[in-house]
C-alpha cells in the first residue's frame, strides 16, 4: 500500500496534465460508440480503435481508449476514471470487439462493465469450464485441448455439434497467461524490449517494433531514416516465414503432404537466412531502440536475394499448384467463412479481415511502406473463407518480395526512391518527423505496426523516461480469437476444423499474453 | 546446458549411430514424442514443428509425434509452466506409460526465463516433473532440440518396464 502512495505522488505531475483528456466513463464509452462505429452497413467505420481497455494509472485503474483516424493518421486519447464503486457501462453492448477485455478487465480489476451481454470469467481457465449453449436431443458436446494434436499452442475448445455439424465452438484461452503488461512495469526501456519480443514468438518483430515506436514516442524522438527502412525490412522479412508456415498448416490440413513439406523447406530457408543476417532465427535483437543492427548490407545484398529468390521460385511453385489441386481448393471453399459485417462488428484486423474485401492495413499510412511499393492485397473473390484467406497471404508472399527488394536497394545505395509509382493515390501521413501523426499525453506513447497476423499495437507509459510506468498490449489475434468460434459454427462440419484453423493461423500466446 | 554428453556437436555420425543403437534396444526402434506446451511464446513450437521438415526430418532417426500422451515415449516440453498449465502437465505425465523420458526445451522451461517473476507463473518444469534432459536457447534451434532429445535417451535411468 506504501508503495503505491509513493508511486501515486511521483505522478501528480502527469495527473495534471492528463486533465484535458480525463472524462467520465460513460462519455468514454459514447466517444468510442460515436467514432468508431459505423453509422450504417455501407459506411466504413470512421475511426479504428487502436486500444481499449483499462491502465493502472497512477495507483488506480482507469479506462483508456486510443483511436485512429485512418485517414488522416490522427490519434486521439482518453483516459476515463471509474466511479468508486467500479461500475462502468459496457461499450460491449454496442460493439461485441470490446466483449473479451472487458471480461477480462472485470476479473483483472474489478471494475464492472454494466449492461455486458456475456460477462463470464475468461482468466483461470482451469477453475471456468465452459458449459456450452446448444440444449436439445442429440446434441454432443466435444472438449478439445489443452493439449491436442500435433506441435501447436495450449488452448480448449468445446464443439457442440448435431451428427457431423458444428452447431457451437467456444474457444477457451488464457491458459497461457503470463501478464506480460505487468511484468513489464517498473523495467527499464531494455528489459521490457525483450518482454515486448516475446509477447508472441513468431510476431516477434511487429511487438518489438510497436514497443520501441511507442516508447520514441513517448521521449518525443525522432527515428533516423535509415532505422525504418531496416525495421520495414525485418517485418516484410517476419511476414515470409509466418505466411509459408501459415500455408504449410494449411496444406497439412488438408492433407497435401507434398505442399506441407515444400512450404515448411521454404520456412526453414527464410528462418536461416535471419539467423545468418541477425543471429536469431525468429529476429530478436534485430529491432533497437535508436539503432539498426549493423548489418553491412551492400555485403549480404546478393546472397539475401539469391535466398529469396530460390524460396520465391518453389513458393510460387507449389502454391499454384495447390490451387490448382480440386481436393485441396475443395476443401477450402466456403470452409469457415467470416461474414463481411463481422469485419466492422469484430474491429477484424489482418489477412482475416482482408479475405472479407475490407481494406484494413496500418501500412496503409507509413511512408515508409509507401516509398517500398506496398499495396494493399485484397482477393478478387472476398468470400471471406479459407480459400480466401489462402489467396491473400500467397498475394501478400509477392508484395513483401518486392517490398523487400525495394528497402535492400534503399539500405544500400542510402537515397531515397522518388518514384512510388502506381501506388501514389493511397492516403499518405501528414506528419513528416513520426508515422505517427499524434499528440498524446506527456510521458505516453502508442506504436501501431502490421504483424503478419494484423495490427500490433503497444501502449506505454514512461517514468522519468527511463522505466514503464504502464505497458498495454494489443495482439493482432485478440481481435480475431472472438470470430474464430463464429466463423467454426457456421455451416463447417467437425472435419473442417484444422483447415479453419490453419487458415485463421491465430496466435494464442499473443492473446494470452 | 543440455545434461553432459560423450560426443560434441560435431561429431554427428557418430552420435546418430549410437542413438540409432540406443533406440533400438529400448524403444524397439522407434520413439513418440508429444510436445507439451505449458506458457511459451510459440517460438519452441515453431523450432519443435521443424523437426519434421526435410531439412531436420527426424522421422529418419525413428521419432515421431503422436497425438495421445498413451502412445508417448518422450514428452517435449516448452514454455515457463502457468497456473493454468500445472495440471494439465501432470495430468499428460501421468497418462504416459512406463519408461518415459521429459525433455525441457528452451530458457522458460529451464527456469522461468524472463517471466519467472510473474504471479501467473508456477515456475521451471522441474517444478513440477523431473526432466531428463534440459535444451537452452530462446528459442533452441531444430539441432539442439534433437541433440535433447538424443542425450535424454542416451542418458537414461535404468528402468524397468514393470516399474
Redesign the interface.
Known amino acids: 500500500m506504501e508503495d503505491v502512495q509513493v508511486h501515486a505522488s511521483q505522478n501528480r505531475e502527469l495527473d495534471d496534465n492528463l486533465q484535458e483528456t480525463q472524462s467520465s466513463s460513460a462519455d468514454l464509452v459514447a466517444w468510442v460508440v460515436h467514432h468508431c462505429l459505423p453509422v450504417d452497413k455501407t459506411n466504413l467505420p470512421k475511426a479504428q480503435l487502436l486500444y481499449y481497455g483499462w491502465v493502472s494509472y497512477p495507483s488506480t485503474p482507469h479506462l483508456l481508449a486510443v483511436l485512429r483516424d485512418p485517414v488522416t493518421g490522427l490519434v486521439q486519447w482518453r483516459f476515463a476514471q471509474p466511479p468508486s464503486d467500479g461500475r462502468v457501462p459496457s461499450l460491449a453492448t454496442h460493439w461485441p470487439a470490446a466483449s473479451w477485455i472487458e471480461r477480462e478487465m472485470w476479473q483483472t480489476t474489478g471494475m464492472e462493465p454494466v449492461g455486458h451481454p456475456d460477462l463470464q470469467p475468461i482468466l483461470?481457465?482451469?477453475e471456468y469450464l465452459p458449459e456450452g449453449m446448444v440444449t436439445g436431443a442429440g446434441v454432443f458436446r466435444l472438449p478439445l485441448g489443452?493439449?491436442?494434436?500435433?506441435?501447436?499452442?495450449?488452448g480448449f475448445f468445446l464443439f457442440e455439434t448435431i451428427g457431423e455439424q458444428i452447431m457451437h465452438l467456444q474457444p477457451q484461452l488464457?491458459?497461457?497467461?503470463?501478464?506480460?503488461e505487468?511484468?513489464g512495469i517498473h523495467q527499464s526501456i531494455a528489459?521490457a524490449l525483450?518482454?515486448a519480443e516475446?509477447?508472441?514468438?513468431?510476431a516477434?518483430v511487429a511487438h518489438s517494433m510497436a514497443f520501441c515506436q511507442a516508447a520514441e514516442q513517448a521521449l518525443h524522438r525522432t527515428v533516423p531514416v535509415e532505422i525504418k527502412w531496416e525495421r520495414s525490412l525485418w517485418l516484410e522479412m517476419e511476414r515470409l516465414y509466418n505466411h509459408a508456415?501459415d500455408l504449410a498448416q494449411l496444406a497439412s490440413a488438408a492433407g497435401m503432404s507434398v505442399g506441407q513439406?515444400?512450404l515448411?523447406?521454404v520456412?526453414?530457408e527464410l528462418?536461416r537466412l535471419n539467423g545468418d543476417l541477425t543471429g536469431s532465427?525468429?529476429l530478436?535483437g534485430s529491432v533497437r531502440m535508436g539503432d539498426t543492427c549493423q548489418v553491412t548490407w551492400s555485403q549480404v545484398r546478393s546472397e539475401v536475394e539469391s535466398v529469396l529468390e530460390n524460396a520465391d521460385r518453389r513458393f510460387t511453385h507449389f502454391t499454384n499448384l495447390l490451387r490448382h489441386t480440386p481436393t485441396f481448393v475443395d476443401r477450402l471453399v466456403g470452409t469457415g467463412r467470416v461474414r463481411k459485417d463481422w469485419v466492422d462488428a469484430y474491429g477484424l484486423v489482418g489477412p482475416v479481415a482482408r479475405a472479407c474485401g475490407a481494406s484494413v492495413d496500418s501500412r496503409n499510412e507509413s511512408e515508409i511502406e509507401q516509398l517500398a511499393g506496398y499495396h494493399i492485397c485484397l482477393p478478387t473473390r472476398g468470400q471471406g473463407d479459407a480459400l480466401d484467406r489462402f489467396e491473400v497471404r500467397v498475394l501478400e508472399w509477392h508484395v513483401s518480395q518486392g517490398m523487400i527488394r525495394k528497402l535492400l536497394d534503399l539500405l544500400c545505395n542510402g537515397k531515397e526512391l522518388t518514384n512510388v509509382g502506381k501506388y501514389k493515390d493511397f492516403p499518405r501521413p501528414v506528419s513528416s518527423t513520426h508515422p505517427i501523426h499524434s499528440d498524446p499525453p506527456d510521458g505516453w506513447g502508442v506504436g501501431i505496426v502490421e504483424g503478419p497476423r494484423g495490427r500490433v499495437c503497444h501502449v506505454l507509459q514512461l517514468k522519468d523516461d527511463v522505466y514503464l510506468n504502464n505497458s498495454r498490449i494489443r495482439g493482432a489475434s485478440s481481435w480475431i480469437w472472438p470470430v474464430f468460434g463464429l466463423a467454426v459454427s457456421n455451416g463447417n462440419i467437425q472435419t473442417d476444423f484444422p483447415v479453419i484453423d490453419a487458415s485463421f493461423g491465430l496466435?494464442?500466446?499473443?492473446t494470452d499474453r | 546446458m543440455t545434461t553432459e554428453t560423450h560426443h560434441p556437436l560435431g561429431d554427428w555420425e557418430q552420435l546418430e549411430q549410437n542413438t540409432a543403437a540406443a533406440l533400438r534396444k529400448v524403444f524397439h526402434r522407434s520413439i513418440y514424442v508429444?510436445?507439451?506446451?505449458?506458457?511459451?511464446?510459440?517460438?519452441?513450437?515453431?523450432?519443435?514443428?521443424?523437426l519434421?521438415?526435410?531439412?531436420y526430418n527426424f522421422h529418419r532417426l525413428g521419432l515421431f509425434?503422436t497425438?495421445s500422451?498413451r502412445h508417448a515415449d518422450l514428452l517435449l516440453v516448452s514454455?515457463?509452466v502457468?497456473?493454468?498449465?500445472k495440471?494439465?502437465l501432470l495430468a499428460?505425465y501421468n497418462a504416459m506409460p512406463r519408461p518415459r523420458l521429459v525433455v525441457a526445451t528452451g530458457v522458460c522451461a529451464l527456469h522461468g526465463?524472463?517471466?519467472r517473476?510473474?504471479?501467473?507463473?508456477v515456475g521451471p518444469v522441474d517444478r513440477v516433473i523431473p526432466v531428463d534432459a534440459w535444451v537452452p536457447g530462446?528459442?533452441p534451434?531444430p539441432y539442439a532440440v534433437l541433440q535433447g532429445i538424443l542425450s535424454a535417451v542416451q542418458h537414461r535411468p535404468e528402468v524397468s518396464v514393470c516399474e
Not at chain 1, 489443452?146 to 495450449?154: F, G, I, N
Not at chain 1, 488464457?174 to 506480460?180: A, E, L, N, S
Not at chain 2, 508429444?34 to 511459451?40: E, K, Y
Open positions: 483461470h481457465p482451469e489443452p493439449v491436442r494434436a500435433d506441435v501447436s499452442e495450449s488464457f491458459y497461457k497467461h503470463r501478464d506480460i505487468t511484468l528489459d525483450l518482454l516475446r509477447v508472441s514468438g513468431t516477434t508456415h513439406a515444400q515448411a523447406r520456412k526453414e528462418l532465427r525468429y530478436r496466435s494464442y500466446a499473443g | 508429444r510436445h507439451i506446451d505449458v506458457g511459451s511464446c510459440n517460438a519452441c513450437e515453431s523450432e519443435i514443428l521443424a519434421s521438415n526435410p531439412y509425434f497425438p500422451p514454455g515457463v502457468t497456473r493454468a498449465m495440471d494439465v499428460t526465463g524472463i517471466f517473476n510473474s504471479s501467473w507463473v530462446c528459442p534451434t
